[in-house]
């Protein structure tokens, strides 16, 4: 399986901001779709952001105001930046990429079984 590597999160006080970094090594160069889910406990998984291979970016309708997905090519890594957290972000954030080749509607592009690599979680956790 393709390895795919977080990093970030931990715990800040509500108000306070995060960023998430995911990386996957090289194995697609045009279409493609990398994403955040999050899951908190005993809740559906929850698509967060996705980045296309162009860098368009498509949102939450809820969550669109204070997060912000972004990538660095070079590095081979996509990054979550959280803002003006709430405990109610708490959850266990996930990154994930689709196979080479996809070509997602906009309708699929937040729904977790359109993807098939996937990193291993990264808590987040806010304080009051």
């Known amino acids: 399986p393709l390895p795919v590597t977080q990093s970030g999160g931990g715990s800040v006080q509500a108000g306070g901001s995060l960023r998430l970094s995911c990386h996957v090594p090289?194995?697609?160069?045009?279409?493609?779709?990398r994403a955040w889910f999050r899951q908190a406990p005993g809740k559906e998984r929850e698509g967060v952001a996705v980045?296309?291979?162009?860098?368009?970016?498509t949102y939450s309708d809820s969550l669109r105001d204070r997060f912000t997905i972004s990538q660095d090519n070079a590095k081979n890594t996509f990054y979550l930046q959280l803002s003006s957290l709430e405990p109610e972000d708490t959850a266990m954030y996930y990154c994930?990429?689709?196979?080479?080749?996809?070509?997602?509607?906009?309708?699929?592009?937040?729904?977790?079984?359109?993807?098939?690599?996937w990193g291993e979680g990264t808590q987040v956790t806010v304080s009051s």
């Open positions: 994930a990429a689709t196979t080479c080749g996809a070509a997602l509607s906009a309708g699929r592009r937040l729904t977790d079984d359109a993807y098939s690599y």
């Open positions: 090289r194995y697609c160069f045009s279409n493609y779709f």
């Open positions: 980045i296309d291979a162009d860098g368009r970016a």
